[in-house]
């Protein structure tokens, strides 16, 4: 196909018109409902620290009450999103403020987090306020009823990469014997009338070949017109699953919203959009961004695909070490949890003292640096910089053993090692992180 025909071809605009209205609300809620589920209070205010991403420590949260305002700030963007009011500002305003607030922080570290801030940042580029905003009303000349086709191939390419690689990532023998689904279903045992339910061994191999399958598949489906009704319900019941199970926020119902760009847009217009004037005359429209849309969607891309196999040229196994496991579509592959205890010595003297780490951090934070070494490290550079405040120069050693997937626990860190003053490695492995055992040691199953 021409290159400029598959681009550049005008199509109607209304799945993005429809898409704009849900996002805008949709991000709204997830601002807001921050706020009154406690999530801001638990992450951003009780904690003494948060963990940002490493090289980021500028990015910490606003004292006092500070983080409520932001978020009910953040919130009102949102709106202005969805009613398209100075929408590209709005929605850059959010995308920042979002960008920001996921970077703060790792103890609540979500893919569907990851996604947001990327669609986040797509949705600043793209016509969305053309037709029923404020926008177009305050600005007729802003008006259209058609838009490139590249925009939704751009969102279709964006959620392949997604839902291919979380399918991929399940390919290993953790998930395909089922014991992965087994322990995400055991916290669940006490749910609502279907705890019982849940832990039936033949629901885990539902959950873990359906997630497999649907991941896989979906957008392919989606593409074709005699399977896109099927995978539509089949979409809906895993969707609504996940959020009645495992309580994911917004994410489900913005996974449902992208099923608008795989209709027609004849089917979008009629039905959610009757006044609006529908086209299909298809012409081919090549604009003056031609050589920037091309250069920036292909280096987009190239990340986007090559940032996930990251771990792949990194030594041993993500499920063990971590090292390349965010921002890599990894979605609930694995329960993991680890006993850790940090010992700071001062140098000159020698004197030994294990820290009390409930000094330091929330519950949700000591199961963190309980198990990610990049989150032990960054503790261990704040007992640094404590003592160093005091006058004093020390050392800090971790010891830490880790289970995964119910296996028994295994020693995790060199003992013998002090993080205090070892470098961090973007890009490699920590050699202190002992060689994994995962697969000499079978999970330790109920069966």
């Not at 991403?53 to 983080?67: R, Y």
């Not at 990532?169 to 014991?179: G, M, R, S, V």
């Not at 994994?436 to 199953?445: A, D, R, T």
């Amino acid at each position: 196909m021409n290159l400029n025909k598959l681009l550049f071809k005008q199509i109607d605009n209304s799945a993005l018109i429809v898409f704009r209205w849900i996002f805008g609300l949709l991000i709204t809620l997830e601002a807001w409902g921050a706020i009154f589920t406690g999530w801001i209070k638990r992450t951003l205010i009780e904690p003494q620290q948060t963990f940002n991403f490493i090289g980021l420590d500028f990015l910490q949260p606003l004292p006092g009450d500070g983080m409520y305002y932001y978020y009910a700030l953040m919130g009102l963007f949102g709106v202005l999103v969805m009613i398209g009011y100075k929408y590209r500002f709005s929605m850059s305003c959010y995308t920042v403020m979002w960008a920001c607030v996921y970077l703060m922080q790792k103890s609540s570290y979500n893919n569907h987090y990851y996604l947001l801030m990327l669609l986040c940042f797509i949705m600043i580029f793209l016509p969305a306020h053309r037709w029923a905003s404020v926008d177009a009303w305050k600005k007729p000349s802003i008006k259209k009823i058609k838009m490139p086709r590249w925009v939704v191939l751009f969102i279709i390419v964006q959620l392949w990469i997604v839902y291919t690689y979380a399918s991929v990532a399940k390919l290993y023998p953790d998930w395909l014997n089922a014991t992965v689904a087994e322990n995400l279903m055991r916290g669940k045992k006490d749910y609502w009338l279907v705890g019982d339910f849940l832990q039936q061994d033949w629901v885990h191999y539902c959950i873990a070949y359906t997630g497999i399958l649907f991941d896989l598949l979906v957008i392919p489906l989606l593409l074709i017109k005699r399977t896109r009704w099927f995978i539509v319900i089949a979409s809906v019941f895993f969707h609504l699953f996940n959020s009645f199970v495992f309580q994911i926020g917004i994410f489900p119902y913005l996974s449902l919203a992208f099923i608008l760009f795989f209709f027609t847009t004849e089917t979008i217009n009629k039905r959610f959009l009757k006044g609006k004037p529908h086209y299909s005359e298809g012409e081919i429209i090549i604009p003056n961004y031609k050589p920037i849309l091309i250069c920036i969607t292909g280096v987009w891309f190239i990340i986007q695909i090559g940032l996930p196999l990251r771990h792949w040229v990194i030594p041993d196994n993500v499920l063990w070490t971590e090292e390349g496991h965010r921002l890599s579509w990894r979605m609930m592959l694995r329960s993991k949890s680890g006993s850790t205890s940090f010992v700071v010595e001062e140098k000159d003297t020698g004197k030994r003292t294990r820290v009390n780490l409930e000094d330091y951090l929330t519950r949700k934070q000591l199961r963190t640096v309980s198990s990610k070494p990049d989150c032990m490290w960054q503790f261990a550079q704040r007992l640094k910089s404590e003592y160093a405040a005091k006058g004093k120069d020390i050392a800090v050693y971790v010891n830490s053993r880790v289970k995964v997937n119910g296996r028994p626990y295994q020693q995790f860190t060199d003992p013998n090692v002090d993080l205090a003053n070892t470098k961090w490695d973007y890009f490699g492995h920590a050699t202190w992180i002992m060689p994994s055992k995962l697969e000499e040691v079978k999970p330790m199953l109920k069966k």
